[in-house]
């Protein structure tokens, strides 16, 4: 039996800090964090679904679009979504293949879903959306294919790993302010906590190494300081 399994762009977002605000409202009675959560989801209400699919079950929203021609589209989406929950002052980390994938019902075969949560566990590490490597080089097979995501400027690379820029002109103050908001309302929270202090370090190095920044705006978080009384 032949192989025929379509190849699809998939991506697996991962909602951090999940866990900590569910059992928040579990300890306040109270049912903010489902309002954040539907509020970040709304980003997608306008999504054309017969162009791209999506669904969201528990810390994980999961995007696909069968259109290879319509990679640009998808980051856009990807950005959207990466936008409003940093508007509800949640990160996000995911990750982007394209790879076979088939799914009908209740049934899920996908070597697209596997990549892209390995990309996201273990690659992404911050709050960003990695982008499989192999996407950009098929992308550069065809020059008149890579200028176009080139000049979209949805690309950023570091260390030899790409990820989706959600920075531009237009929203970089808007990030800024709220990542300030999220780092000083979980503050308390972070003490020796390392690798979630880590989160928001790179995340404020991201936003403050961008050819956007504004003049006048400042590291954020403390820096590291000698014993003092």
Not at 55 to 69: G, K, Q
Not at 122 to 135: G, K, L, M
Request: glycine fraction near 4%.
């Amino acid at each position: 039996m032949p192989d025929t399994l379509p190849y699809v762009y998939v991506a697996l977002l991962d909602v951090l800090g999940y866990r900590e605000r569910l059992e928040h409202d579990k300890q306040m009675a109270t049912l903010a964090f489902k309002d954040d959560l539907s509020r970040a989801m709304s980003a997608l209400s306008d999504v054309n679904e017969a162009e791209i699919g999506f669904s969201a079950i528990s810390d994980t929203v999961i995007l696909t679009s069968a259109n290879r021609e319509r990679l640009i589209n998808f980051l856009k989406a990807i950005k959207n979504v990466q936008l409003a929950f940093l508007k509800e002052k949640l990160f996000i980390r995911g990750g982007v293949s394209y790879e076979k994938h088939f799914k009908s019902g209740q049934i899920t075969y996908s070597h697209a879903l596997a990549r892209a949560y390995e990309l996201e566990h273990i690659q992404a590490i911050h709050p960003r959306v990695i982008i499989d490597h192999n996407i950009i080089e098929m992308f550069r097979q065809n020059p008149e294919e890579l200028q176009p995501l080139i000049d979209s400027k949805l690309i950023c690379v570091a260390n030899g790993t790409y990820f989706l820029n959600i920075l531009d002109a237009d929203n970089w103050v808007s990030i800024y302010e709220d990542s300030k908001t999220l780092y000083q309302e979980t503050k308390i929270n972070l003490l020796k906590k390392e690798a979630e202090l880590a989160k928001h370090l790179w995340f404020q190095n991201y936003i403050l190494s961008s050819c956007h920044a504004v003049p006048g705006h400042t590291a954020y978080i403390d820096s590291i300081k000698l014993l003092d009384i």
